[in-house]
């Protein structure tokens, strides 16, 4: 007897909507309910009905799935769907629709746009709690999910004023008249400025190759200090500053609260009071969203502070985020409706994977980035680059830089191709140029998820592979959209984004420097290669530059990266070393300073100059430019002197080490005057640097730099004791 399979089930959302509004309900407008997949395809859409429910369906997936349910505006048949509902302020929640569960309730509170007085009694309060990691030497933002983010009005500075003692009213009548150093900080919430942080090895999104000097930073105009400048120069504003008694001051200090706010963050700030006035919840994404209703007659812009609380091993309650002092982390006039961002450094604040939505056509998969940056700025596979890319310098990225150490793939995709398209597993491989055969990557890759166990939140590993299917080996699974229990969770953000491992300086080393192919192909179920046009699946790129916010995509087939059922993408791989960082002797009127004292005697007259010379080269690179920056600083004591143009910031080496004075060979000559700078005897370091601009997608691979350091002192002729010992 032949056996009946049984019909897949259907996954059933109620909407239950309260409609903040009038009695009049031809006044409302016309609302829909959507569901969407968290790769972003339509399950389902109806409109809401007068009673503000809403009923939408859809198929369940075999292993669960995580839905994102909206409550928007009616869009027109042109209009785009998700992108045009969050982009218009749509409603959200992200729904977990699990096999055992066939009906969810959801409820919404929505105030339409339509009322006046609604719109400004009701303030809308939106954001996302992202806490900041460090991973290998990168700074990361991870969502924080299933946070309570509690939300606080401060008083306005027309009630904090009377609160504060006629001593400080003139304290701040000091401070205004003479702005302290440091500059004040704007905008709010307040950051003092701070000093850049310094140079390091580790690449940001955005970041180039060849910044590498430090950067001060200017006033900015329109900042609190700029003008508190301008506002100085008039002397009415002078006279009523100097002479106004505290009372008068005090309604003076009411029109200048832009000026008042910053002085009492960094001076006065236990003067603030503040009230709880509403909470939100963060979902796996660490958005938040909720409002608070401030009457009709409140037409200041309210002025809010954010905290956040954390439930960890299923019962204990943790303040994750609480800035202090108030008066520095406020959110002065907020606007509101629109986005705040927090962050949090807590150690115990617990975090999901980063979801940045993407935007792509159905059945996508997502060939992202390799480490932490995207594809867009790698020539061949960014669209914005095709134009200045050509056969020597594909590969690279928009720097010039080419790639070298562990690299790692990024691959996302679409959560609906396991369970819609039996899609599960894919596979990167590798090879030296444009011909030959394909070498499978088998290096170790999984992810974590975080569930309770007896009380105890625990981290297990999910492997992907390299697994073998019906004797096909080195497959690697397409990570399920929701783990088994649990949600998924980042404990190490380099290893839990990798999708595939190129341990590019054992099968590419330095001999072997050149152009690279990355290929993926994906496997259905059953380990069988995947026809890619018959199922609908394309390869996207991304186009954004930002990995962090929403991803723009573009189709990889129009930019040639589609062979077949594989995605093909080149790199320019190069581990080798820079070969020199030598400081030659430095001679004056020709006569080098010896290797054991290093001494030149300069003549009182005529004048000298000292030649200062040194080589710096990496061996390849591409048309007139090679893989290397180099840097050369010259110091008297501990004063770094100006040089002229080859020194800091760092120059980029010509390709294959070739300079204007031979093969990698640079120089610099200074007068003696110029040099001991009112100095009888001076003494003097020559630093040399050169940095391989090789990267992982990570760091810079600063193991391929080079150095030298080089002392020499000037002093005048004539007797001199022996330096003999």
């Known amino acids: ?272 009071r503040m009230d709880r006035i509403a909470t939100a919840r963060t979902d796996e994404c660490g958005h938040f969203r909720t409002f608070f209703f401030r009457g009709c007659h409140n037409t200041d812009a309210p002025d809010l502070y954010f905290k956040a609380k954390q439930v960890l091993f299923g019962f204990f309650s943790v303040t994750i985020l609480e800035p202090l002092p108030v008066a520095c982390h406020t959110h002065w006039d907020y606007e509101c409706g629109t986005e705040v961002t927090l962050y ?8 999901c994977p980063p979801c940045p939505p993407v935007i792509a056509p159905d059945n996508w998969v997502l060939v992202m980035a390799i480490g932490n940056f995207p594809l867009s700025r790698i020539r061949g596979t960014g669209l914005s680059l095709q134009a200045t890319t050509d056969s020597t310098n594909i590969g690279l990225t928009d720097g010039g830089a080419p790639w ?49 166990t007896a009380g105890q939140l625990v981290l297990t590993p999910y492997p992907l592979g390299p697994q073998t299917v019906n004797g096909v080996p080195n497959l690697f699974e397409i990570p399920p959209a929701l783990p088994p229990e649990g949600q998924w969770s980042l404990p190490d953000v380099i290893e839990g984004t990798t999708s595939a491992k190129f341990p590019s300086a ?44 929403t991803i723009e995509t573009t189709d990889a087939a129009a930019l040639g990266l589609v062979s077949g059922n594989s995605f093909i993408m080149t790199l320019h791989v190069d581990n080798s070393p820079c070969n020199d960082a030598v400081i030659d002797a430095p001679t004056l009127n020709g006569m080098p300073a010896d290797d054991n004292c290093g001494v030149l005697r300069y003549p009182v007259s005529p004048p000298a100059s000292v030649v200062m010379g040194w080589r710096a080269s990496h061996p390849n690179g591409v048309a007139a430019e090679g893989f290397a920056t180099y840097s050369f600083r010259l110091y008297r004591g501990v004063n770094q002197l100006v040089l002229p143009p080859v020194s800091p910031p760092p120059q980029r080496l010509p390709a294959g080490g070739r300079a204007l004075i031979g093969a990698g060979a640079f120089s610099d000559t200074e007068t003696v005057a110029d040099l001991l700078g009112g100095c009888t005897v001076a003494g003097f370091s020559e630093n040399l640097y050169v940095a391989a601009m090789a990267i992982d997608g990570w760091r810079r691979l600063h193991e391929y730099d080079r150095s030298a350091v080089r002392a020499f002192v000037l002093a005048p002729q004539g007797p001199q004791p022996s330096t003999t010992p």
């Open 1 to 272: 007897m032949a056996e009946t399979k049984n019909p897949r089930k259907s996954i059933a959302v109620r909407l239950r909507l309260e409609l903040l509004e009038s009695e009049d309900a031809s006044d409302r407008p016309a609302v829909v309910a959507y569901a969407y997949s968290s790769g972003g395809r339509l399950l389902d859409s109806r409109p809401v009905d007068k009673e503000g429910n809403a009923l939408l369906k859809f198929p369940a997936a075999l292993e669960g799935m995580s839905v994102r349910v909206l409550v928007g505006p009616k869009l027109d048949e042109a209009q785009s769907g998700l992108a045009e509902l969050l982009r218009r302020g749509a409603v959200e929640r992200h729904l977990r629709a699990d096999l055992d569960t066939q009906e969810y309730q959801i409820d919404f509170q929505i105030i339409p746009d339509v009322w006046f007085c609604w719109l400004r009694s009701a303030c809308f309060v939106r954001g996302t709690l992202l806490k900041r990691v460090r991973s290998g030497g990168v700074d990361i933002d991870l969502p924080v999910c299933e946070a309570t983010v509690e939300i606080y009005e401060v008083d306005a500075i027309r009630l904090v004023l009377p609160r504060i003692p006629d001593d400080v009213i003139e304290r701040i009548r000091e401070i205004l008249l003479v702005p302290p150093k440091p500059p004040l900080p704007d905008p709010p919430p307040f950051r003092f400025p701070q000093p850049e942080p310094p140079v390091d090895d580790f690449l940001r999104v955005g970041q180039s190759i060849e910044s590498l000097a430090t950067l001060a930073r200017p006033i900015e105009s329109g900042s609190a200090q700029a003008r508190l400048g301008e506002r100085s120069l008039s002397p009415e504003y002078l006279h009523l500053l100097r002479s106004a008694p505290p009372a008068q001051l005090r309604r003076i200090f009411i029109d200048l609260e832009d000026l008042i706010r910053p002085i009492l963050c960094r001076h006065f700030p236990w003067f603030v």
């Open 506 to 549: 054992e099968l590419a080393p330095a001999v072997e420097h050149g152009k690279y192919q990355i290929k993926v192909d994906l496997f259905d179920i059953n380990g069988a290669p995947v026809n890619i046009a018959a199922k609908g699946i394309r390869f996207v790129v991304p186009t954004s530059i930002d990995l962090s916010g």
């Open 404 to 452: 070298g150490g562990l690299l790692r793939p990024r691959i996302e995709f679409d959560n609906l191709l396991r369970d819609s398209l039996g899609v599960k597993y894919y596979q990167v491989s590798w090879r030296k140029g444009s011909a030959g055969d394909f070498h499978p990557m088998t290096g170790d890759v999984q992810r974590h998820y975080a569930h309770m």
């Open 344 to 351: 949090t450094r807590h150690p115990l604040a617990h975090t």
